[in-house]
């Protein structure tokens, strides 16, 4: 006789998002929808629109359609973190400092990971979210509840490609000083 193992499930999580304008609480979201929540702050959002219009890129299976069909609530900071409870899994995701805090009733995440799930909703091999959080976004796991008012531990230093040398007029004004010598010779 073998031990069958029951696959894990993740709790629901309580969510708060807080970006430049409003704080949004959301209680009782299921895993997967939380993880597809946690997988949209990997493109680096800045504000709540901007992880709307991620979402589609990880909305995945049992996901909803959007961020607009899950049960958030626009309240205050206080009020948000007072609905938090030790007891229960919760994520705070401040897209004004880029930081996200887990509580220590959560499953482990990572910061870089890769969550999966069957069809019949449990994990597996079949519908996959992958996470990769921007290097400059803090991420603390299994925090107490105070650490949500706390500042940042590092100074934010956000990662700023010089996109305009390498796609922009410099690059279309080298080429053509290249082409120009090559021609001249």
Request: charged share 25%.
């Amino acid at each position: 006789m073998t031990d069958e193992v029951e696959p894990a499930r993740c709790p629901d999580v309580d969510i708060v998002v807080v970006d430049q304008h409003l704080v949004r609480v959301a209680l009782g979201v299921d895993d997967w929808n939380a993880t597809t929540l946690f997988a949209c702050v990997s493109e680096d959002p800045a504000d709540w629109s901007q992880i709307a219009s991620v979402w589609p890129r990880y909305q995945i299976g049992p996901s909803v359609g959007g961020v607009e069909d899950l049960d958030f609530t626009v309240v205050n900071i206080e009020t948000a973190v007072s609905q938090l409870s030790h007891e229960r899994a919760w994520i705070v995701i401040d897209l004004r400092t880029k930081r996200v805090c887990l509580g220590r009733a959560n499953d482990l995440m990572e910061r870089d990971g890769c969550y999966a799930m069957d069809e019949d909703g449990v994990y597996g091999r079949e519908l996959r979210i992958l996470i990769h959080l921007p290097p400059w976004w803090e991420f603390h796991r299994n925090v107490d509840l105070s650490m949500v008012d706390q500042p940042r531990r590092e100074e934010l230093h956000v990662f700023r490609p010089q996109r305009e040398v390498l796609w922009g007029p410099e690059l279309t004004k080298g080429l053509a000083e290249l082409m120009l010598a090559r021609l001249g010779q």
